[in-house]
């Protein structure tokens, strides 16, 4: 039977109840005293840790360690940091070392008839943050803090333990899926910073060079290809690059192997029917990277992608990069088959039947693509490269920063942008 919250006026869901935290929890329940008897510690401040996130331990000698270091951290607890709140120094202790020790900054709440990870995300929205930073503003010493009893003494509407069970594991893929993003924006970001240096620090930025590809030693039986070819006879699969060149990066490998372990639900539902050879015969791959494109499957011996689209393939942005990368995978005669991700659920025989019907088909690249360059890619990785301008032969001239290429100019950035102050 529901009741009424008496502070909003709404329906209470059966089983739910107004719990006083102090219930359900316990603050600061371990403190480092005279049994303590690790001679090193791992020690969290509150630097070292961001918005949901713990950035660093230190490792210290006890003897020596700051005054503060005094909270034990167990499995499953939470940290909260009780100084200036709005800055969000918090985060979640899935798994603690047996040493492990906080700050006397923190409020380590411990839960013991609450779960865990579910409790966490209670203490940690915008508006429960809202609440103690007003609180916190309202102390009288030199910076806004908070005593832990706050904490205890909050009430808050809980479910029962399966239902709190239930929506913990919806935060738990939610976060996963968050940390998987901050990962590929660092992978691209090294990518970016590598690309920034070798052109404009070491300025082997890309040049046009005749006769290029026609300079570097030849696997017998290859030739040069005709300008405008896109396949002629003695040029292997059309001068496509050999796989072991493009295939699986390995600036790619952290990424790729965070792809396999978060799957999408339509990803590791088709991925049953593929493992293990189970179709025809045939071995499939997940998440593998031609170039720097990454497939959700691929049949290395059919030279056949598989990609599963959601709702943000209908976005005009996105589907021109579809249609990009899969022009640039056919030039390496690989054939890319799309279906919606609902199409997994709803009918997987109809999937499974098209990429069958694949099997066997020739993925010479097709005449109508436009032509590759003049030649034939090297052979061997790291037989040679494709200079850039300043390896190449470059003009570079003195400037009052060093050498820089002909033409290049020192300026200011005022000179070229009207900022708004």
Excluded at 259 to 273: I, M, S
């Amino acid at each position: 039977m529901k009741t009424e919250n008496k502070k909003t006026n709404k329906p209470i869901p059966e089983g739910w109840k107004m719990t006083r935290l102090g219930e359900v929890a316990e603050i600061n329940a371990l403190t480092i005293n005279k049994d303590y008897h690790f001679y090193e510690i791992e020690y969290i401040d509150v630097a070292s840790v961001e918005e949901r996130k713990l950035l660093q331990t230190q490792k210290l000698i006890l003897e020596s360690a700051p005054s503060r270091a005094k909270r034990i951290v167990r499995n499953d607890d939470i940290l909260i940091s009780t100084v200036r709140p709005n800055l969000k120094h918090f985060c979640f202790i899935k798994t603690s070392k047996p040493n492990l020790v906080a700050s006397t900054g923190f409020a380590v709440v411990s839960a013991k008839r609450a779960y865990p990870y579910f409790l966490y995300n209670l203490l940690t929205t915008e508006k429960y943050t809202e609440y103690l930073t007003q609180i916190a503003d309202t102390h009288t010493s030199t910076y806004p803090a908070f005593n832990p009893e706050v904490i205890l003494n909050s009430k808050f509407l809980l479910p029962s333990l399966t239902e709190q069970r239930a929506i913990a594991a919806i935060f738990s893929s939610l976060d996963d899926k968050i940390e998987l993003l901050r990962e590929q924006n660092k992978t691209l970001e090294g990518v970016a910073q590598a690309i920034y240096k070798r052109w404009f620090v070491d300025f082997e930025f890309p040049v046009e060079q005749e006769n290029a590809l026609n300079s570097p030693p030849f696997k017998e039986g290859w030739q040069p290809k005709a300008d405008g070819v896109v396949y002629q006879e003695g040029c292997p699969k059309g001068g496509v690059i050999p796989d072991r060149i493009v295939n699986n990066k390995s600036i790619l490998k952290t990424f790729r192997k965070q792809l396999r372990n978060n799957l999408t639900p339509a990803e590791a539902k088709l991925w049953t029917y593929l493992k293990n050879k189970q179709l025809d015969g045939r071995k499939f791959r997940r998440q593998f990277s031609v170039d720097n494109y990454i497939l959700d499957f691929y049949c290395p011996s059919e030279k056949l992608g598989i990609e599963l689209d959601g709702e943000v393939h209908n976005i005009e942005t996105q589907a021109e990069y579809d249609i990009e990368r899969e022009l640039f995978l056919s030039y390496y005669g690989i054939k890319v088959l799309r279906f919606e991700n609902k199409l997994v659920f709803e009918n997987p025989d109809y999937i499974l039947d098209c990429i069958k019907k694949e099997f066997g088909k020739d993925t010479t690249p097709s005449a109508l693509l436009p032509p590759r360059p003049s030649g034939t890619p090297p052979f061997k990785e790291g037989s040679w490269e494709l200079k850039g301008y300043k390896s190449s032969g470059g003009t570079m001239v003195e400037s009052e920063l060093g050498e820089i290429p002909e033409g290049w100019e020192i300026g200011r950035l005022t000179e070229l942008f009207d900022f708004i102050e």
